[in-house]
């Protein structure tokens, strides 16, 4: 494996319309982030995500592009986004935009001259079919329910795909017309000091064609359009064009949204020449899900988070750089997800921290991740903005299940629970704007915030500040950077544990991963004695059999 700049580094996501807003208007803004830089630099994050701030009617918070050339004036100016890459380079961190081409909005003026003339130039960047029967060609399910299928404006005998939101009509990928003008948009970017892109929902620009049917799998007679990703060969020839012709010549680094992928293709995605430089593992995320809605996911217990982690080293070893998260914008707080339900307190958040930020690859935190921010309540359906949550709600609903239960699942899986604002201080709207917030502030700010915890040595945020000082100590980066990744106690209920074995340096990062004290025993190694980097509580208890540990305590170790 080839060594990168960004090996070392720390990575951070933003959400802009909800991170920190300048003005007033309730909605967050680049120039809040100027504000913020300092924070995050103290925080120890090198490079920045920031969720779409490009031009959009907002149908998917931002992931239905309009302009891919203009930001959006409820985030600011161009000269806004200039000065947040300048001001980012000042303090050697890199600032990275979310590249949404799968699709784009019905309000680009791609999709309008193609809805003018539907048999045009702009017609063929785009999948329009005709209506047969009052149907489209196949059966597919969009990921926010209902066909993938909508009548084109102005033209009610044809219509037109779209895998997700209907204002997101898909981009003909097969027409290399639209990979050009992808690429030109990428080039042009980098060309302005973008030091790369998160890249959005890539595994849905090859379709399966011609279209086909699959087996219904509700009953709606549709059928998941990820049954339809199986059979779609042949990806990595336009990710191979895509980074040839873009991220190579820059030197960009690219983390992607990758779902579906066989382990046998983790060289192409991310080796050493690799699609992209780094890509999320999402094992823990898509754990328990059921194609039938929220309802039905099974839910997961501390062992089956390990296992997921572990699984996914064992995959990649050498392979490449892994990019590792406990939450995003799409997900469900981590410790509301992978701490059990009634048990998020200090001592477990910060042992989730522990054991999945020291793992092999690149750690990322997403925003109030931090401060261990936790889920949103929801008391009834208006109080809802994620489309996601509204469909899960009206698909449940409409089986039967009773509207109490299917609140319950959004609180526990919808999206606006990691959108809610960001938590600054105790203070009116906890900080995050002076005007009437765009979302609800989770009512908890008045406990959880960055005022209070930076005044406390022993926060979850100052503990987080921790461990990015740690991995990048140059006493212990080489082994916590590239040092191999061996799993202990892999079997053990209640335990997450693994050595991180380098050429001249063992480090032990253990938690007791659940409430009840245990005593876990040491690995044989070296002389048995060691060297406390960082510990979530005061003391460590060692007795004959190993360490006695308190609930939710995690110890990282440099074993002699």
Known sequence: MKRQWWHGKCAYQIYPKSFCDSNGDGIGDLQGIISRLDYLK??????LWLSPIFVSPLADEGYDIADYYNIDPRFGTMDDMDELIAEAKKRDMYILMDLVVNHCSDEHEWFRRACEDPDGKYGRYFYIEDFKDGKGPCNWRSYFGGSVWEPLPGHPDKCYLHAFHKKQ?????ENPKVRE???????????????GFRIDAIMNIKKALPYRDYPADRGDGLSSIVNMLHDAKGVGTFLTEMRDRTFAPHGAFTVGEVFDADPEELPAFIGDDGYFSSMFDFAPAIFGHSGQGWMLHSGITPDDYRNCVFDTQAR??????????????????GVSRYIP???????????????????????????????????LPVSCIEEVDDIA?????????????????????ISIHGRDNARSPFQWTGGKNAGFTTGTPWLRVNPNYVSINREDEAADEDSVLNYYRRLTRLRKDPAYAET??????????????????YLRRGEDKTILVM??????????????????????????????????????????????????
């Not at 103290?42 to 490079?47: H, K, N, R, T």
């Not at 040491?522 to 609930?551: C, F, H, I, Q, R």
Request: glycine content about 8%.
């Open 42 to 47: 103290d925080l120890g994050a090198d490079i």
């Open 169 to 173: 009509p898909d981009l003909n990928w």
């Open 181 to 195: 003008e992808v690429c030109q948009i990428i080039n042009w970017w980098l060309d302005k000091g973008l030091a």
């Open 316 to 333: 990649v070893k050498d392979i490449g750089f892994i990019s590792n998260i406990i939450e995003n914008h799409d997900e469900p707080r």
């Open 341 to 375: 339900e009634g048990e998020a307190c200090p001592a477990s958040k910060k042992l989730l921290a522990t054991v999945y930020f020291l793992t092999k690859g690149l750690p990322w935190i997403y925003q109030g991740q931090e401060l261990g921010m936790e889920n």
């Open 389 to 409: 949550s509204i469909d899960n709600y009206k698909v449940a609903v409409a089986s039967g299940i009773p509207k109490e239960d299917a609140l319950r699942a």
């Open 480 to 497: 916590l950077v590239y040092g191999d990744f061996v799993p202990w106690l892999q079997d053990r209920p209640g335990v997450m544990a």
């Open 511 to 560: 938690g007791n991963f659940q409430k009840e004290p245990q005593v876990i025993p040491l690995p044989e190694t070296g002389d048995g004695s060691y060297t406390v980097l960082l510990n979530n509580y005061p003391d460590l208890k060692k007795v004959p059999e190993g360490l006695a540990m308190e609930g939710y305590q995690a110890v990282v170790l440099h074993l002699r």
